[in-house]
């Protein structure tokens, strides 16, 4: 299932090594006449990964994010 976020926070746990990240979903609260009255956010998504796992995926999304910034 694909998921859309829009906004996300990360922490780490030195102890352990390991990262959090949480992804979100910012959205217009629109009431039942159509106007915005403020804005939601949502958690799409909580993961916990190694450190390791986190310094490799700051690296993917590095390469694809530069090599695509040609395009």
Do not use: H, W
Not at 13 to 18: I, K, M, Q, S, Y
Not at 41 to 53: D, G, L, R, T
Not at 57 to 63: D, H, Q
Request: aromatic residues 6%; negative net charge.
């Amino acid at each position: 299932m694909i998921q859309y976020t829009n906004s996300f926070r990360c922490a780490i746990n030195n102890d352990n090594g390991e990262v959090l990240i949480n992804f979100y979903q910012q959205s217009p609260l629109i009431e039942a006449d159509g106007t915005i009255s403020g804005s939601k956010e949502e958690v799409i998504s909580e993961m916990i990964m190694p450190n390791a796992v986190a310094r490799q995926l700051v690296t993917a999304l590095t390469n694809i994010t530069t090599s695509n910034s040609d395009n």
